[in-house]
Structures are given as structure tokens and as C-alpha cells.
């Protein structure tokens, strides 16, 4: 028989505490998963069982998902850098990527060559 009392407290580590409000933030800013963990000074395998208790998910799921924010947020200031700064290597760019724009190199080549066999050098 164990001399704990039945109301004894769980053993091992808390549970790791996420803002998640925070995680967000981070992950929109692109930071890796070993940076998260950091942030939080817990491991990343701690990450994935917050990710799984609290949000019934695997980590990277979640990571990928949270990120795609960060996506919108860059491409909103690209787009805005272009269009109210005006600046041209990113307009160029965003023209590129989303109107099927092309630096087209035409060149003309209008010299004639001539060849010269001479009879005596010629091999049949």
C-alpha cells in the first residue's frame, strides 16, 4: 500500500503555458520552430504537446497555418511600398509575378559571314 494520501498532486513538469496571442506574433514573423520554443524557454517537443492538448492539432499544423498571416502582412507592405512609394525594382517585381511581365533582350544580328574554302587546303 502507498503512504501518498489519494489526493496527492500529478508528478513531473507543469504543463507548458503558451500565449497564444504571442505565438501568433511569432509566427507571423517567420521564426522557426526552435525560436518559439525559446520565446516560451520550453523545449520544442513541449511546443507539440501544448499544440496537441490545447488545440487538438500537431505543432506544425499550427505553425504553418499561423504563418500564412505573416505572408499576408509582407505582401500588403510590399504592395504598398510599390505602389504609394513608388519604387521601381518592386513594381518591376510585382509586375513579374502577377501581370506575366518579362525583360525581353531582342537582338538583331545582320552580319554576313562568309566562308572561304581554299581548294588546296580542302581534304575530300
Known sequence: MSNLPATSKKRGPKPTVV??????KL??????????AGWFNCSVDSLERWA????????????????KNGHKSLRRAQWETAVYDKVPSLLI????????????HESSNNDKVTIVIDKDDAKL
Do not use: P
Open 19 to 24: 500565449d497564444f496571442k504571442e505565438f501568433e
Open 27 to 36: 509566427c507571423e514573423m517567420q521564426c522557426t520552430q526552435e525560436e518559439v
Open 52 to 67: 496537441i492538448r490545447e488545440h487538438n492539432v500537431k505543432f506544425a499544423d499550427l505553425f504553418h497555418q499561423k504563418r
Open 93 to 104: 517585381w510585382l509586375g513579374k509575378q502577377y501581370l506575366g511581365q518579362s525583360d525581353k
